[in-house]
């Protein structure tokens, strides 16, 4: 079991949350889901491991607020205020256990977009030092796939004027 990261594009929030518990990244479409363009990416979330690149691909420090995502689902303005509110929510709340869905920011769609061929080996070398994967590195070849993954669908995003938007399911 883990934390699952699927990133796709859409033309904007309110279509980004449609049917949100359905995963984005699917082989065959779901039955009356709807089909988002999108890249799987387990154990690479927005703001520390994808931040992580941004950083490398910018050559600038890594910082937390590198990728501000903005949440789309579960809606903000409806999101429990007080411990009282959060403990009265019911088990099935998708505050309490997701999914989740978080928009990120044009410039690091901009970012993705635009890394060259020739800095796609030179990058993924130095993502896959950073501390995250110290313990679990990942496998042979995944993390060039989901870098150009996310460059293509950045790309595309871009050509589209659209925005990329990350699903996250447990």
Known sequence: MGVFYDYYRAANRQV???KPDDPRAVGKPIQGGGTFDAVEAKWIDPCVIL????????????SLDLVRT???YPPPEGAPATMEEWEALPDDSPYKDGPGIEELPADVRDTLAGVPDGRLDELVEQWEQIEEF?????GDGYLLEILTGL???AQ????EEQMIYCWIGI
């Open 70 to 72: 903005v949440t789309v």
């Open 16 to 18: 980004a949350a449609e």
């Open 51 to 62: 931040g992580r690149l941004i950083a490398l691909a910018r050559d600038v420090p890594y």
């Open 134 to 138: 110290a313990f679990v590195p990942p």
């Open 156 to 159: 595309r995003a871009q050509e």
């Open 151 to 153: 460059r293509g669908l």
